[in-house]
């Protein structure tokens, strides 16, 4: 069955709507951060497949591709892939009929969080894989549902992974380099003074003899 349902702009990942956990008791966090993962991955580089699905433990994540908004849901392993992608088209002929003008001008996330109400009970229509209607979707031949690629979500996250673990690298060479170098001058200076102290040693202790000399020694005579 339909876990989560999230939409994003693929333009720069940012989250549209999503619907609400209607199951309390499951623990979904971990997959919305790969949903979001997945969304910044989807922003960046060429442009991304219009249908891919990734499993993830228990799950698998499908998503698809519209007129610059992914279409993202989360489903039990066992759920048909036909149904999952019926689903999204679903929901994408809705959305972007009531909000697919405004899609590139809002700049705050999830700007159209109500359109959970129609996320919720579209869901509810494809929770139970054995009615009549289902049935029948699934006879169908949904368009090029076939041909969508499979991956693993580590696939993604690894990328992610590796980046940050070179960025990470890069900050601690950097940061040592510093450190290097700020040691490098400390005992730059510390080599200075010990080549020149005992000549200004020396010249103090000559200054000061050259005072006693000509003013105690020059006021005594007097």
């Known amino acids: ?104 001008t809002v700049a705050r996330p999830y700007a159209f969080i109500k359109f959970d109400t129609f996320i919720q009970r579209t869901k509810k229509l494809y929770l139970d894989t054995r009615t009549q209607r289902n049935l029948n979707k699934l006879s169908e031949d949904l368009h090029d549902i076939q041909s969508v690629m499979t991956r693993n979500i580590q696939d993604i996250l690894g990328q992610g992974e590796r980046i940050e673990h070179v960025s990470s690298m890069s900050q601690t060479l950097a940061n040592e380099t510093r450190k290097y170098s700020s040691k490098a001058k400390d005992l730059s200076r510390q080599a200075l003074i010990q080549k020149y102290l005992p000549i200004v040693i020396v010249l103090g202790f000559v200054l000061i003899l050259l005072f006693l000399r000509f003013y105690v020694f020059a006021g005594r005579k007097k």
Do not use: W
């Open 1 to 104: 069955m339909v876990k989560l349902t999230m939409l994003a702009r693929v333009a720069d990942g940012l989250p549209l709507a999503e619907g609400l956990d209607s199951d309390r008791g499951l623990d979904l966090e971990q997959y919305k951060q790969q949903a979001k993962t997945l969304f910044k991955k989807l922003s960046q580089g060429p442009p991304p497949p219009s249908r891919m699905s990734y499993e993830s433990g228990p799950y698998f994540l499908h998503y698809m591709i519209e007129q610059g908004v992914c279409y993202l849901t989360l489903s039990d392993r066992g759920y048909p892939k036909k149904l999952a992608y019926q689903y999204l088209e679903d929901l994408q002929k809705e959305f972007n009929t009531q909000n697919g003008s405004q899609v590139e």
